[in-house]
C-alpha cells in the first residue's frame, strides 16, 4: 500500500540522507518517489531534487515560511502518486504543514522526525557554519531551540522519531525498520490502543 511519507526536522539532522535510504528500499510494495516543493530561496548545492527554485505559484495548497524564505506543495501530485502506488517523499519543516498533510490523507500518512542534535551545542552551531556560512547558519542556530521546543510540542504528530546520533550505517537501519513496518497495525506503538 503507497503512503505519503513526510520527513521533518531541524537543519543537519539528517533528512536528505533519509529520504536517500528511503529510495533505497524501492521494490516492488514499496514505490517511493522524492516529491519537490516549490520556494523563494537560491538553490543550494545539497538540493538533492525536493526542492524546485522558482518561487511559490497560486497552486499551492500548503504554504509556510522558513528562515525568510516560503516553501509551498501541490497536494494534488501526492494524491496523483498515490494514486499510481507510489508513496510520495516529502520534506516538511512546518508542523501545520505536517498536520494538514495528516488531516487530508489520515491514515496514508507516516510522518517522521529525524534528531541528530542538541540545538544548543557549540558542535551543532560548528557544523551549522561549515555547511552553510555563517551568515545562514547564525539564523538557524538562534532559532533552533524554538523549532525543537515546537517539534516536541507536537510531538503527537509523527509516527517514527529517527534519532541520528550515530554512524550513517545506525540511520539506515532505522529506515529499515520503518519500511518494514509500514504496514504493520501494532507499529508504531503509539497506535496501539
Known amino acids: 500500500m503507497p503512503y505519503v511519507i513526510t520527513i521533518t526536522g531541524p537543519s543537519r539532522a539528517g533528512k536528505s540522507t ?10 516492488d510494495k514499496f514505490k517511493p ?6 520556494t523563494t530561496r537560491s538553490p543550494r ?16 495548497d500548503l504554504v509556510y515560511e522558513l528562515y525568510g524564505e516560503r516553501y509551498g506543495l501541490k497536494l494534488s501530485i501526492l494524491f496523483e502518486l498515490i494514486s499510481n502506488g507510489q508513496s510520495p517523499l516529502v520534506i516538511l519543516n512546518d508542523v501545520r504543514a505536517v498536520e494538514e498533510v495528516r ?5 496514508l500518512v507516516r510522518s517522521v ?16 557554519i561549515e555547511f552553510r556560512g555563517k551568515k545562514a547558519a547564525e539564523p538557524r542556530f ?6 525543537l521546543r515546537i517539534y516536541m510540542e507536537n510531538l503527537h504528530l509523527f509516527d517514527y522519531v ?9 540511520l539506515n537501519l532505522q529506515v529499515a525498520q520503518i519500511v518494514d513496518r509500514l504496514e504493520d497495525p501494532n507499529w508504531p506503538l ?4
Request: proline fraction near 7%; include cysteine.
Open 103 to 107: 488531516r487530508v490523507f489520515k491514515t
Open 18 to 27: 533519509t529520504l536517500d535510504y528511503l529510495l533505497n528500499y524501492a521494490n
Open 113 to 128: 522526525f529525524v534528531f541528530r542534535h542538541n540545538p544548543t551545542s557549540d558542535e551543532y552551531h560548528q557544523e551549522l
Open 33 to 38: 518517489v522524492i516529491v519537490p516543493k516549490y
Open 162 to 170: 529517527i534519532i541520528n546520533s550515530g554512524t550513517k550505517f545506525e
Open 45 to 60: 548545492p545539497d538540493d538533492t531534487g525536493e526542492v524546485l527554485c522558482q518561487g511559490v505559484p497560486n497552486g499551492c
Open 190 to 193: 503509539r497506535n496501539r490502543r
Open 142 to 147: 538562534q532559532k533552533a531551540p524554538t523549532f
